[in-house]
């Protein structure tokens, strides 16, 4: 059950930059006076966003220091042989959510039920299909996501121009199939 809850987080927190971009596609000017016009429209809409964003980055975080320390620890070691980037892939499925950024109106209750179905559909995929990969928020604080064999992925800062699997050891993350360098 925690598992299902973190992949829900993880799914929440890729969501964050979609979330803010609604919040500015609903602004009419970029002023002071504007944000606080477009707030009231629905306190209650953006109150939610803003808590969600909040929560989900802060868990981000927490999960990304507590998967270095535990690769960092005694685990099972594994010496990638092909290295596929997945980061073309994470811009790809951000297109994805580019329907509630264009559609959402926050005053609009029909809307925002119609758009929250639409993004348990994508959470459902996300969580049923294990793909933290497609976690923008990763690619924004620099880390690269790869795949590195059969259901393994890695996680780390290096890029892939940069980095020599025959050189490199990934520390397993727990009895995952994330790896961490």
């Not at 939610?48 to 909040?54: A, E, M, P, R």
């Not at 925002?112 to 497609?134: D, H």
């Given at each position: 059950?925690?598992?299902i ?7 929440f ?10 919040y500015l596609?609903?602004?009419k ?25 909040i ?5 981000l ?33 951000f ?14 209750w029909?809307s ?9 559909i994508?959470?459902?995929?996300f969580?049923?299909n294990?793909?933290?990969?497609f976690?923008?928020?990763l ?14 992925i890695l ?15 990934t ?5 995952t199939g994330?790896?961490?360098?």
């Amino acid at each position: 059950m925690i598992k299902i809850l973190l992949k829900w987080t993880l799914f929440f927190s890729s969501n964050v930059p979609v979330f803010f971009m609604i919040y500015l596609k609903s602004l009419k000017k970029f002023t002071s006076k504007e944000m606080m016009i477009t707030w009231q429209m629905n306190p209650i809409f953006w109150s939610s966003l803003v808590i969600i964003s909040i929560f989900s980055i802060a868990v981000l975080i927490f999960w990304l220091i507590i998967i270095k320390k535990d690769a960092s620890m005694n685990r099972p070691s594994y010496r990638p042989i092909k290295i596929e980037s997945y980061d073309s892939q994470i811009l790809n499925f951000f297109v994805t959510f580019i329907i509630p950024i264009l559609s959402l109106d926050p005053e609009s209750w029909p809307s925002i039920i119609m758009n929250i179905i639409l993004l348990l559909i994508e959470g459902a995929f996300f969580v049923s299909n294990n793909t933290l990969y497609f976690n923008i928020v990763l690619l924004i604080f620099g880390y690269h996501i790869y795949s590195i064999g059969e259901d393994k992925i890695l996680i780390t800062k290096r890029k892939k121009s940069s980095f020599f699997p025959e050189e490199s050891e990934t520390h397993q993350v727990g009895t995952t199939g994330i790896y961490f360098i």
